[in-house]
């Protein structure tokens, strides 16, 4: 597919797309005799696994540098694994906050819900 479709389908804009070519992100992205870019089913799952670490806070150069390590291959498993627990742990982490946040946010719900009701007397 080219670009201009993939970009449509991962959902990035075609500047997004260049840019991920040009910082490495993507890997091996054969290019026409014309020099347009031509991708594959795989390219998208692959972006597909990069917006996912995106959208969930990993930073630009740790995604990029997971993608270093992909392209060395199956020599730095561990290297990726450690990344992505990493990432696991920060992503626990910011879970139980938002949670401790959510919990808060509702007790002052109910608690208006209280007021409204006559309940309680708020000052």
Avoid at 20 to 46: A, Q
Avoid at 110 to 117: D, P
């Amino acid at each position: 597919m080219n670009v201009t479709t993939f970009s449509k389908r991962v959902g990035l804009s075609l500047h997004t797309v260049r840019y991920y070519d040009k910082i490495g992100l993507l890997d091996n992205i054969h290019r026409r005799p014309n020099g347009h870019r031509t991708f594959s089913e795989k390219d998208v799952t692959w972006i597909q696994f990069v917006q996912r670490l995106k959208d969930t806070g990993m930073p630009l150069h740790k995604i990029v540098e997971y993608a270093s390590l992909r392209k060395k291959g199956s020599e730095t498993l561990l290297q990726r694994k450690n990344l992505l627990r990493e990432h696991s742990d920060y992503l626990q982490d910011q879970i139980a906050l938002h949670n401790q946040h959510l919990e808060k946010i509702c007790e002052k719900i109910e608690l208006y819900q209280s007021a409204l009701e006559g309940k309680v007397v708020l000052d």
